[in-house]
């Protein structure tokens, strides 16, 4: 069983910075793909940025040199991280981690999701 845990959210200024971090345990295996999502209060869920288990990184252009996605790989843990800087009242979402396992035929799995809030 596949678990995803979120962390790191909250209130920020704009211009702020804030780090989330996802922790995706159980068993799978490369090749995957961690991304990031979020969804704007009326507004459909939209890409961030990800990263897969080959270090190819993609971010959507919305948040392109704003936004630094990591990752880090411990025993029976896979952690990606995203570092969020200049922070504007437009990044205010929740924010979702996706563990994406469709590259071997699996499924793709979701976060519980982590409120950012960017006002002044």
């Known amino acids: 069983q596949v678990q995803l845990v979120e962390s790191g959210g909250g209130l920020v200024q704009p211009g702020g910075s804030l780090r989330l971090s996802c922790a995706a345990s159980g068993r799978f295996f490369s090749p995957y793909r961690m991304a990031w999502y979020r969804q704007a209060p009326g507004k459909q869920r939209e890409f961030v940025a990800s990263?897969?288990?080959?270090?190819?990184?993609?971010?959507a252009d919305s948040v392109r040199g704003r936004f630094t996605i990591s990752g880090d790989n411990a025993k029976n843990t896979v952690t990606v991280f995203v570092e969020m800087n200049s922070l504007k009242f437009e990044d205010t979402a929740v924010y979702y981690c996706?563990?994406?396992?469709?590259?071997?035929?699996?499924?793709?799995?979701w976060g519980q999701g982590t409120q950012v809030t960017v006002s002044s």
């Open positions: 990263i897969t288990s080959f270090g190819l990184i993609t971010y």
């Open positions: 996706s563990l994406d396992l469709r590259m071997r035929g699996g499924t793709e799995y």
